[in-house]
């Protein structure tokens, strides 16, 4: 008897620890998990409304509070009917942590000071959102990261509420879709470089295809770069208004020749070009 009773309570005992052991590793995985996100940024596609996905959908119906610009809430008015809207101010994003004291320029350092007090403004905002518990969409088009673009400064400045990003379709997407062909299945590459015209010389000698973000680069001086790398028979074509069904359009010719094509054009924000020789 006095033996089953031991057993029994040695039994309890190693249970118990198990017990213990197991709720506390269990205590120490949630202690690790980051808070519930309430702060999104959401891609809302390029180019017309039907390219936004489900998921941004999704996120957008589940917030109270939506960043965006004004014409973003006019041309997404049905997503965002009872939302409270607050304007993004994109103009403020390209001064976050820079020094305003360095500009010696009288009006360049007020133009500076408006830009930081409009970007506090909506800081300050999100955060009373966020703290009186509502979940809050910045909207962009496109892929919000794949340049330094406007919404990155978010990632810093709100690091704290864990910020996560829903993914949607870029320009660079639906360019390809444009053209209507496999971009690594160049003869000479088989290699696909994403980058700007500042950048591309320190890479353009291996002769990768390029899809260059022009970032209001002029065409003219970004042939001339290129000729500096490319043969002028190496095939390049400018993407315009990709993702727009009624206005997307593709120009293409040769490096030596693109310019007279080209000749007298407006060139909008709205485009990609593609060099290589995947278009052969």
Partial sequence: MT??????????????????????????????????????LVSIGVGDVDLITLRAIDTINKSQVIVCRKKTEDKFVKYLKGKE????SLSGW??????????????????????????????????HALDAGKTVSVLGSGDLLIYGGPYHWYLEEFKDMHPKIIPGV?????????????IMSGKESHSALLTTARDMEKFSKHHPTMVIFTMHTKFEDL??????????????AIVFYAGYKDKEHITRGRLGTILQKTQGHDFPFEHLVYVGDFMN
């Fill in 3 to 40: 033996s089953l009773y031991s057993k029994t309570k040695w039994m309890l005992i190693t249970v118990a620890i198990m017990v213990i052991a197991i709720l506390g590793a269990a205590h120490h995985v949630f202690a690790r998990q980051p808070a519930e996100t309430r702060l999104y």
């Fill in 85 to 88: 809207i607050l304007d993004a």
């Fill in 94 to 127: 390209r001064t976050y942590r820079k020094d305003r004291a360095a500009i010696k320029n009288k009006k360049e350092r007020r133009k500076r000071r408006k830009s930081n007090e409009t970007r506090a403004k909506l800081i300050a905002q999100i955060r």
């Fill in 170 to 182: 870029s320009c660079f997407n639906a360019a390809n879709a444009a053209l209507g062909m496999e």
């Fill in 223 to 236: 042939v001339e770069k290129l000729k500096t790398q490319y043969s002028p028979e190496t095939p390049i």
